[in-house]
């Protein structure tokens, strides 16, 4: 099992920067894909940003203000997040998947943390 172990969570007001971190019981240069999700109350889990092979994405709703990152030495990955805004507020979930191996690629979830931007 692969364990992905989030921090950097916390309340801050509108307009505020966290950056969230992300490291992994393994090294990343076997993960294929890392990124971050998030969830709201009452929504469904939805992609922030992702990073594999070099590329990035981002949701509509975070470009131009957050930055997916890697560190490969540390196995870790980093989400910066700047001008934060209310409806940022959700628990946020590092999430990977290994690069496939003999026709498998699992896939691996954080335990969340909780960001709340206050108006």
């Known amino acids: 099992q692969v364990q992905l172990v989030e921090s950097g969570g916390g309340l801050v007001q509108a307009g505020g920067s966290l950056r969230l971190s992300c490291i992994a019981s393994i090294s990343i240069l076997s993960i294929g894909t890392m990124g971050w999700y998030r969830q709201a109350p009452g929504k469904e889990r939805e992609l922030v940003a992702t990073s594999s092979g070099g590329s990035t994405n981002y949701a509509d709703s975070v470009k131009g203000r957050f930055t997916i990152s890697r560190d490969n030495a540390k196995n870790t990955v980093f989400l910066q997040m700047t001008d934060l805004k209310p409806g940022d507020t959700a628990v946020y979930y590092c999430?990977?998947?290994?690069?496939?191996?003999?026709?498998?690629?699992?896939?691996?979830w954080g335990q969340g943390t909780q960001v709340t931007v206050s108006s």
């Open positions: 999430y990977a998947r290994l690069m496939p191996r003999l026709g498998y690629s699992p896939e691996y």
